[in-house]
């Protein structure tokens, strides 16, 4: 209905700029008879979100009803205001309403000031207190005043940042601005039942992938076993062990690997998680030997129940009582395997192949479910791109990419001609047992032996 003061082209931001004296007509009525006079004139009262439309008269027995800005005399009001007046002998008396910058939005003030009034930056990706803003060039002279305004009207934000390159896909972070607020980096953010803690300059987070990562977790039974490549800050890696699993988690970049670490002490599932600051495909390979040696013949090992707070007002024997079993994991080798590194993760799936060429025949460990989350470009084929692709890197014929036991779940759309999928992928057999030279080299030094 009202629209902020028109000041194109500004870049600095003057908030005093935006103060608008608005003329009304309003109903001059005694106070006891407020509240039946607005229901019987809800057409004719004025509605403007975060505006009263009932203000204080000059004296103390009347209120003012603020009207509808179409009425502007006793002459255009409609037949009930008319009837009302002229029956208790009410008057209409002019008003003026003063709305100052605190009441127009973000977006009606950034298209108050920018060239193109059709449409404002006012889209921003929340972690913790940070608003994460990825602005086009067209709004670069413009970003401070930008970010000012969504400082402004943002409750829960007290730090602008504006994102400045690509993700870097060796350490997944890029650099970024402060726009308006504190460089303050360190964010906390409540996700899927828990707690993480970061510095969001250094490392990768995406609140947009919330429901994926809910999606994946509900994929893990409880006892399930998962090898999470690129861990991140533990998005999947923490809620699968809170879920009743064993996870070993792995990331390259330093600080995601302090910060995985510290989110699974915070988070009390350090006795089912283990970290390691490796290669992907490095990690992958030793991960995979090292976890069928540490389950031993069995292939059995117990998870411990999540530490709870001690309460003063329970006794012994009530905590006894509520301790959960241990979480028995048979698994022989991993259940699951989470690659989440869209932009190269299905590269890595040549990490697998031969994975199981050097074990004892005695030794016959499940085949793992791999979930390689990556983007594709091909939009009128998705689901072949991504398979043939995966093919290609697993050493696997191309042509036979329908023979995979394999599903493709679309995640979210990333660009006008980009879409990030899942790809869900049984390793097969012939892939895990394939001849590697190490195999071959391992298997002639025991000939030898044998000789």
């Known amino acids: 209905m009202f629209k902020p003061p028109v000041h194109r082209g500004m870049k600095e931001l003057d908030r005093a700029a935006f103060s608008l004296i608005v003329p009304v007509m309003a109903l001059r009525v005694p106070t006891q008879s407020v509240g039946p006079t607005k229901q019987t004139l809800m057409t004719d009262i004025l509605k403007v979100p975060k505006l009263r439309n009932v203000v204080n008269d000059t004296t103390n027995s009347n209120k003012l009803i603020l009207l509808d800005p179409a009425i502007t005399s006793p002459v255009s009001a409609s037949l009930a205001l008319q009837s009302l007046m002229q029956e208790n002998k009410w008057e209409m008396v002019a008003h003026k309403i003063t709305l100052d910058y605190s009441h127009w939005s ?41 970010g000012q305004v969504i400082l402004d009207k943002s409750p829960t934000v007290r730090t602008v940042v504006n994102k400045l390159d690509t993700i870097d896909n060796t350490f997944r972070n890029f650099q970024m601005e402060v726009l308006a607020g504190e460089p303050e980096f360190v964010a906390r953010v409540r996700e899927n039942e ?69 989110n699974v002490q915070r988070n009390k599932v350090q006795g089912r998680v283990r970290t390691f600051n490796l290669d992907g495909r490095e990690f992958i390979r030793q991960a995979f030997i090292d976890y069928i040696k540490q389950t031993g013949e069995t292939g059995t090992v117990k998870l411990e129940p999540i530490p709870k707070s001690a309460s003063a007002s329970k006794s012994k024997k ?95 759309r990333v660009a006008p001609n980009k879409d990030m999928y899942c790809l869900s992928l049984r390793l097969p057999s012939s892939i895990a047992y394939a001849a590697t030279d190490e195999s071959e080299d391992a298997s002639a030094k025991k000939r030898k032996i044998d000789e």
């Open 318 to 412: 009530d905590e006894k009582k509520e301790e959960e079993p241990a979480i028995e994991v048979r698994s022989r080798s991993f259940d699951h395997v989470v690659m989440n590194l869209p932009a190269i993760a299905l590269e890595f799936l040549d990490a697998f192949r031969g994975i199981f060429s050097s074990l004892e025949k005695t030794v016959q460990p499940n085949l793992p479910l791999i979930h390689a989350h990556c983007f594709t470009k091909c939009l009128d084929a998705p689901e072949r791109d991504i398979l043939q692709r995966a093919c290609r890197a697993l050493g696997y014929s191309e042509e036979k990419y329908t023979e995979l036991e394999a599903t493709v779940h679309f995640v979210r």
């Open 106 to 146: 973000a977006d009606e003030i950034l298209k108050a000031v920018l060239p193109d009034a059709s449409e404002a930056p006012t889209s921003y990706e929340q972690i913790g207190h940070i608003a994460h803003m990825n602005l086009r060039t067209q709004y670069h002279e413009y970003r401070k005043l930008i």
């Open 194 to 262: 828990c707690v993480f803690e970061f510095d969001y300059s250094k490392v990768y987070w995406n609140s947009r992938l919330q429901d994926e990562h809910e999606r994946m977790v509900k994929r893990f039974d409880k006892g399930s076993s998962i090898c999470d490549v690129m861990a991140g800050v533990g998005p999947f890696a923490v809620p699968a062990a809170k879920r009743g699993c064993l996870v070993w988690a792995n990331d390259l970049n330093p600080a995601s690997h302090e910060a995985l670490v510290g």
